[in-house]
């Protein structure tokens, strides 16, 4: 199948509440041109240099999603473009992304990565320290606007911790838009769901999921 094949099968299975991040970490131009020419506007991507090349390469309507882990040094590259950082694991972060967005004018979207994983590897925030972010930090960001959240679950083949973890991050989802952010309105995005969850990741309520492999081929080396 091509990518753009790929894509077609994978937006008519998601209907129209779910939105599809294309991952097109590690490939080429050509890939995502491909995927462009087939309507595809919102691309994934997880080095901030990588990203910004392919953002300079590429049509401008192209909405550029971080999700990867990103260093503090390098959120200046992609601050004038960003359309939306999945991956903000630490108050650190979420400060540097509001002083850059302030250089460049702008407000930043942004989602909370929440750790739900039972992996030493996963980057993300805990529920205390997410709530404590919401409830101490955030009202003086005045360039960043708090859109929702994301995370991983455990790469694992048993789906029933894969759904335990999912749930568990909607509930917080849940929680924080009756509670800390009940008056924002934008606060909607939980971003959940890969290549080999997502269909789990949709019933446990995600309404973004981030597909790589499944649109573009197995990738060389993993990150
Ligand atoms: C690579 C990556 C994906 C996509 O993974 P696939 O298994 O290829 O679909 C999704 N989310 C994050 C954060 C990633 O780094």
Not at 110 to 121: D, F, M, T, V
Not at 128 to 135: F, K, Y
Not at 170 to 187: A, D, H, R, V, W
């Amino acid at each position: 199948m091509s990518i753009s094949d790929n894509l077609s099968a994978y937006k008519s299975q998601i209907g129209e509440n779910v939105t599809l991040v294309a991952v097109s970490k590690t490939k080429p131009i050509e890939d995502l041109q491909e995927a462009y020419d087939a309507g595809q506007r919102v691309f994934g991507e997880n080095k901030a240099q990588e990203m910004t090349s392919k953002y300079e390469a590429l049509p401008k309507d192209i909405q550029w999603h971080m999700i990867g882990h990103l260093q503090r040094n390098k959120v200046k590259y992609i601050a004038p473009y960003v359309s939306l950082i999945h991956s903000v694991d630490s108050v650190r972060l979420l400060k540097e992304i509001d002083k850059e967005a302030k250089k460049n004018n702008r407000i930043i979207d942004c989602l909370l990565q929440i750790y739900i994983a039972k992996e030493e590897s996963k980057f993300g925030l805990d529920e205390i320290e997410t709530i404590d972010l919401l409830e101490n930090i955030l009202p003086d960001l005045k360039n960043i606007q708090l859109v929702g959240l994301m995370g991983m679950a455990t790469n694992t083949e048993n789906n029933k911790t894969i759904e335990n973890e999912f749930k568990e991050l909607y509930e917080l989802f849940k929680y924080i838009k009756t509670n800390q952010l009940k008056t924002s309105s934008n606060f909607q995005i939980l971003s959940m769901g890969m290549s080999g969850d997502y269909s789990l990741a949709i019933s446990c309520g995600s309404n973004m999921i981030r597909i790589g492999s499944a649109i573009f081929g197995s990738r060389n080396y993993t990150n």
